[in-house]
C-alpha cells in the first residue's frame, strides 16, 4: 500500500490577487484524489484539514497518518467524515464494520486506532472520499444515508440552479466537533452551485465535484467577492476554498459535489452572502494574460450581473 501526501501552505488574499493559473492550481486544486490500492492525502494549514481519497480494488487498505501529524494513528488527535462515490464497499473502525453504498456518509470519531478500506466488487470499486479535522472530544460513530439526511430543495431550472442539498454529516444528524460534511445534487438543466455567493470567516470548506461526465468541466469561483479569480476541474477532483474566499461554480453539465467545513462553529447557516451584483473580477497587476483574458466569464473593475 502506497501513501502519497502533500501539505498545502495557507495564503492570504492580497497573495492570492497576485497569482497566475500554474499559482492557484497548484495552492488549491486536488487533481488526484483516487488511484488504485494507494491513500492520496492533502493537508492544508487553512484550520488544518485534510482532504483524501481512498479506492481499493485488489486489497483493503490501511489509514495510517502523515508525518506531519506526528501521531500514533490518524485519529489520534481527529475525526473524520467518508463518503462512497463508488461501488459498494466496507470502513472497518477498530473491528466495527460498516458496510457502505454509493452516497452514503460515515461519522468516525476521535481515537479510532485502526481505519481499514476494502472493496465488496473489485471489478466496481468503491471510492472512499473523505475529510479529517482536529477533534478535541471523542463522539460515537455514525453511518447516514441520504434518506437520513437533512434536505433542502433550492432554486429552479429557469435559474439554472435547482438543486438539492442533502446535508449529511451536521449537528442534526450526528455530534461532531467541528466538522460539517453534505452534499449537493443538481437537477438535469442546473449547472449553478452556491448562487449568490458567500463567504464565512469562521469556516473553511473544501469542494469535490463527481458526477461529471468525462467529456464536461466545472469552472469554480474563488477569491474576494471584489477579487474572483476561477479554477478549470474535471470529474473527480477537489478544491480548497479558504475562509475569506467565495465558493460558487458553474459547470458545461449539471453534477454533485461534497462539502465540508471545519473552524469556529457548527451553524451551518452562518454565512455573510455576496450580492450578485457586487462579483467583480480585477486583472491582476502581475498576471499572466493567460490567466486574465480566458475564462467563462470575465469581471473587469464594473459589477457585472451573472
Not at 495564503?11 to 497548484?26: F, G, H, M, N
Not at 494513528?73 to 458496510?99: D, H, Q, S, W
Not at 458567500?198 to 469561483?221: G, I
Request: with cysteine; hydrophobic share 35%.
Amino acid at each position: 500500500m502506497k501513501m502519497n501526501s502533500e501539505i498545502r501552505y495557507a495564503s492570504s488574499p492580497e497573495e492570492v490577487k497576485r497569482y497566475d493559473t500554474a499559482q492557484l492550481r497548484s495552492n488549491y486544486l486536488i487533481e488526484n484524489v483516487f488511484s488504485s490500492d494507494e491513500v492520496n492525502l492533502t493537508y492544508t494549514m487553512h484550520d488544518r484539514m485534510i482532504a483524501g481519497g481512498i479506492m481499493p480494488v485488489n486489497e483493503a487498505v490501511e489509514l495510517k497518518p502523515m508525518d506531519i501529524l506526528r501521531s500514533e494513528f490518524f485519529l489520534e488527535r481527529r475525526e473524520m467524515g467518508i463518503f462512497n462515490v463508488g461501488g459498494p464497499g466496507v470502513v472497518t473502525a477498530e473491528e466495527v464494520e460498516y458496510k457502505m453504498d454509493y452516497k452514503e456518509a460515515l461519522y468516525l470519531g476521535r481515537g479510532r486506532r485502526k481505519i481499514t478500506f476494502k472493496s465488496i466488487d473489485p471489478t466496481n470499486p468503491a471510492k472512499f472520499y473523505f475529510c479529517s479535522a482536529n477533534a478535541h472530544a471523542t463522539y460515537p460513530d455514525h453511518l447516514t444515508t441520504r434518506e437520513n439526511a437533512v434536505k433542502m430543495e433550492l432554486g429552479s431550472l429557469e435559474a439554472s440552479n435547482h438543486r438539492i442539498i442533502n446535508r449529511m454529516l451536521v449537528k442534526e444528524v450526528v455530534q461532531t466537533c467541528q466538522l460539517q460534511m453534505g452534499m449537493t445534487e443538481l437537477k438535469p438543466g442546473s449547472t449553478w452551485n452556491t448562487m449568490p455567493a458567500h463567504t464565512h470567516n469562521r469556516r473553511m470548506e473544501v469542494y469535490f465535484y463527481f458526477e461529471l461526465p468525462e467529456d464536461q468541466a466545472v469552472c469554480h469561483f474563488m477569491g474576494e467577492p471584489d477579487e474572483t479569480r476561477h479554477i478549470w476541474m474535471k470529474n473527480g477532483q477537489a478544491v480548497i476554498s479558504p475562509e475569506w474566499s467565495i465558493h460558487s461554480a458553474c459547470a458545461t453539465s449539471n453534477y454533485t459535489f461534497i462539502w465540508a467545513m471545519c473552524g469556529e462553529n457548527l451553524d451551518y447557516d452562518d454565512m455573510d452572502v455576496c450580492p450578485v451584483s457586487e462579483l467583480l473580477y480585477k486583472i491582476p497587476t502581475s498576471s499572466s494574460p493567460d490567466n486574465c483574458l480566458s475564462g467563462l466569464l470575465t469581471f473587469f473593475t464594473i459589477p457585472v450581473r451573472l
